[in-house]
C-alpha cells in the first residue's frame, strides 16, 4: 500500500507531513474522551478538524493508519518538497509495527531532518531502548497537560512540546504564522522546551 505524504497548510504550509488517523487509533480515542480537560487532547485539533470541515482526509489517513500499522513497508514514500518533514501533523503512533516503518523512512532520507511529536513515551522507551537513535530524527515529546509544563526531556528525546492556556504566557515560543520559517522544533541548536497558546 502507497504512504500519503501530505502537503501541509496553514502554519505547516509547505512542509510534507506522514500523517495518520486519529479518530480510529485507540490511544487518542482513549486520551480524546478521558473527561478531564487538562488534558490537551480532550481538545484535539486534529480530530475536531477530520471530523468537520477536513473529512476528505480521513481516508487517506485511514489507509496510511493501516499500511504502517500491520505490516513492513516494502515501498519507501518519495519525499521531494523541502528539508524537514513532519511526522503527525495529524495521528499519533498505533503500534511497534508502526514505529518501525517510520524508521525505515527517517533512515531512507539521511539528508532530511524529521520531526516526530508523540506522547507514547513507552513505545519511544522501547524501540530506542537497544538501538542509536537517527541523527536525522527529532522525537518531540508532546506534554499533555495543559499549563503544567515539562521543563526535564524525558529519556531518548530531544524536545519538549508544552501547551499553555492561562499561565507561562510570558514564556510562549511557538507562534510563528509558519513552522517552515520558524524551524525551532525541526533544528536540533534551538530551544527544546517549546512552549505553544492553546489553539
Known amino acids: 500500500m502507497v504512504i500519503k505524504i501530505s502537503e501541509m497548510s496553514g502554519k505547516l504550509k509547505g512542509i510534507e507531513a506522514i500523517n495518520t488517523n486519529p479518530l480510529s487509533n485507540d490511544f487518542c480515542k482513549r486520551m480524546n474522551s478521558c473527561g478531564n480537560s487538562n488534558i490537551i487532547c480532550t481538545e484535539c485539533y486534529s480530530c475536531s478538524m477530520l471530523k468537520a470541515y477536513r473529512k476528505n482526509c480521513v481516508p487517506a489517513f485511514e489507509?496510511?493508519?493501516?499500511?504502517?500499522?500491520?505490516?513492513?513497508?516494502?515501498?519507501?514514500?518519495?519525499?521531494?518538497?523541502?528539508?524537514i518533514i513532519r511526522i503527525h501533523a495529524h495521528g499519533e503512533l498505533i503500534n511497534d509495527t508502526h514505529l518501525n516503518n517510520i524508521m525505515k523512512v527517517v533512515n531512507a532520507y539521511p539528508t532530511k531532518t524529521f520531526s516526530l511529536y508523540t506522547k507514547r513515551m513507552d513505545m519511544i522507551e522501547k524501540h530506542f531502548g537497544n538501538i542509536k537513535k537517527p541523527q536525522n530524527l527529532i522525537l518531540v515529546y508532546s506534554n499533555p497537560k495543559i499549563d503544567i509544563p515539562l521543563l526535564d526531556i524525558p529519556k531518548h528525546f530531544d524536545k519538549v512540546f508544552n501547551v499553555c492556556r492561562t499561565t507561562n504566557l510570558d514564556?510562549?515560543?511557538?507562534?510563528?504564522?509558519?513552522?517552515?520559517?520558524?524551524?525551532?522544533?525541526?533544528?536540533m541548536n534551538a530551544e527544546n522546551i517549546i512552549y505553544e497558546m492553546i489553539k
Open 63 to 83: 489507509r496510511n493508519s493501516i499500511a504502517l500499522s500491520t505490516e513492513e513497508l516494502n515501498d519507501i514514500p518519495k519525499l521531494k518538497k523541502n528539508d
Open 171 to 187: 514564556k510562549i515560543n511557538c507562534g510563528a504564522a509558519s513552522c517552515n520559517t520558524c524551524r525551532r522544533c525541526y533544528n
